[in-house]
């Protein structure tokens, strides 16, 4: 392939920038104490790098929301970091550093992190970067640290790897930059299953899927696709390398993974049951669900916690908070593969003890509500409810809010929170706030982010006008149901709809993690 590249990495054209909640510190201290494994202290400060951190989104957003934390992203593409530097100057980020380079030559002061992640890179780049890769993770992630790891899986990819090797050849017969190149390849690659290849007749889901690659973002495309190096791993390879570079899994995201009875149907538990090898079971889960994404989360010389005391005794500083209170049991919750049905006891009760503002887990297991249960059943039950989206997982507790009271007059006390509204605002993603109670972020859609904007330069009255003027200057359309709204009467009704929805549900949220505070 003709663009510029780095040992076959796309860089001719920058990346999309995205939020990734798995990669927060909480996520993976909390993966590790549920695998009754000890993670880094943090509450006097920690070391967390982000190797091919893209244009930085998740890196800055977490150093906004960690700011006890020091944060540093590499990042071979100058385009990528230039963006990085701007965003954590206009932020006000002291806690954070960006330094490009290839993972070849990092600086030698580069070490002793608590946390190492990388996201969209493993199954990318060549042979002798995930050599590099697993030699940082070696050197450079510090005793008891924690790394995650994501890439694409065996066996959910199978049928699929055909498409890529011929999208990227037929990109390469085409002129233009990367991302011109990724649009004529999908678009041959239509034509082909609408033509009726004999491989997309045999293959009914990788025809299905020509039309998911069809809606995505060409620039997405371009690094996902057309490096010159693209693998999807099986889970038993991936750990074995990790393995020889001294680290070991300790778990995965999404939380509810590591429970293999919410991932695998009951017919096949029986294996589960008897087999106590994790990476055995990890393997075989795969194929029960037909994985093709894979979060893992690896340990630098692990501590081991052999009882729920000594999860206590290790880390008690992460709260547990039910965010929807007033939910009515029974719940059914699908994640992919298995229906799971929640239903009273333990369940109800921790449901209506975690709504507010969020427990400790000490505290949760200490409640006299609970005395008929054992601390083991306690600690599960959290767990496997934060698995089921029942429970969210905060690292402080969530601020107490007068519901009743209407809030007029906001602010946005976050430099950074209001440099990325601004900036992601009619970006077509969703934007992403940074909340130091939650150790992460809560993400918020288009109009809700135009909404915000409003309320937060003009207080709320008269607020869908308001929201309407600020559309009709960025010249955006409001659409129902596909299609966009000309009636200007339709089209203030929906936005008033939007704005009490707003007001009701999103508003609360925001002043509960402390992203929003109300003044006056
Ligand atoms: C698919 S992007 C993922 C970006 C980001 N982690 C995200 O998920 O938004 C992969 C990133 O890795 C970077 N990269 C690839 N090979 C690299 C190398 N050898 N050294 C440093 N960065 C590299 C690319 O420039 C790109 O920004």
Redesign the pocket.
């Known amino acids: 392939m003709s663009p510029p590249n780095?040992?076959g990495?796309v860089?001719d054209v920058a990346?999309?920038?995205?939020f990734?909640p798995h990669l927060a510190p909480k996520a993976l201290r909390h993966v590790a104490l549920l695998n009754r494994i000890q993670p880094p202290a943090v509450a006097d400060g920690f070391k967390y790098l982000?190797?091919?951190?893209?244009?930085g989104?998740?890196l800055t957003t977490l150093a906004a929301a960690n700011p006890r934390g020091s944060f540093v992203g590499?990042?071979?593409?100058p385009q990528?970091t230039a963006q990085i530097a701007r965003d954590i100057e206009v932020g006000g980020l002291s806690n954070a550093r960006i330094v490009t380079?290839?993972?070849?030559q990092l600086p030698d002061d580069l070490r002793d992190f608590d946390f190492i992640t990388?996201?969209?890179?493993w199954s990318?780049?060549a042979p002798d970067?995930r050599a590099?890769i697993l030699r940082i993770a070696s050197e450079r992630l510090a005793p008891g640290g924690l790394l995650l790891l994501s890439y694409n899986a065996m066996p959910g990819w199978a049928h699929l790897q055909p498409i890529r090797g011929i999208l990227r050849q037929y990109a390469a017969l085409r002129q233009g930059d990367s991302v011109q190149r990724a649009r004529d390849a999908v678009n041959y690659l239509a034509y082909m299953r609408d033509q009726k290849a004999k491989y997309f007749v045999d293959n009914p889901n990788a025809a299905a899927y020509v039309d998911t690659i069809r809606g995505q973002d060409p620039r997405y495309l371009a690094?996902?696709y057309l490096n010159e190096h693209w693998t999807s791993f099986y889970f038993a390879d991936v750990a074995g390398q990790f393995a020889e570079a001294g680290l070991s899994f300790v778990g995965s995201l999404p939380v509810h993974t590591n429970f293999w009875d919410l991932c695998v149907a009951p017919v096949f538990h029986d294996l589960f049951r008897t087999t106590t090898n994790r990476l055995v079971t990890e393997a075989h889960k795969d194929f029960c669900a037909n994985t093709m994404f894979r979060w893992d989360v690896y340990g630098k010389q692990p501590t081991f916690l052999p009882d729920v005391a000594a999860r206590l005794r290790a880390a008690d500083d992460l709260w547990y908070r039910n965010p929807k209170p007033g939910v009515q049991l029974p719940i059914t919750v699908n994640l992919g593969v298995v229906n799971s049905t929640v239903d009273g006891g333990l369940y109800g009760t921790l449901l209506g003890m975690l709504s507010g503002r969020g427990m400790r887990m000490s505290e949760i297991i200490a409640d006299p509500r609970l005395s008929s249960s054992t601390d083991l059943e306690i600690a599960k039950a959290v767990d496997a409810g934060v698995g089921m989206q029942l429970f969210e997982v905060l690292s402080g507790p969530s601020l107490e809010i007068d519901r009743t009271v209407a809030a007029t007059r906001i602010a946005m006390p976050s430099a950074f929170n209001r440099a990325i509204l601004a900036g992601e605002m009619f970006g077509g993603r969703g934007v992403p706030l940074a909340s130091a109670t939650s150790g992460s972020a809560i993400t918020i859609g288009d109009l809700d982010a135009a909404i915000l904007t409003t309320w937060l330069e003009g207080g709320s009255d008269d607020l869908a006008a308001g929201v309407d003027a600020l559309m009709t200057k960025h010249e955006r359309v409001i659409n129902h149901e596909g299609k966009p709204i000309t009636d200007p009467a339709e089209r203030r009704s929906r936005l008033a709809s939007a704005c009490e929805g707003f007001r009701g549900n999103v508003l609360p949220v925001l002043e509960e993690q402390g992203i929003v505070i109300r003044e006056g």
């Open positions: 780095s040992a990495y860089t990346y999309v920038p995205g990734y982000e190797l091919g951190c893209g244009l989104r998740t590499v990042d071979l593409n990528h380079s290839d993972f070849s990388l996201h969209g890179v990318w780049v970067v590099d690094h996902e």
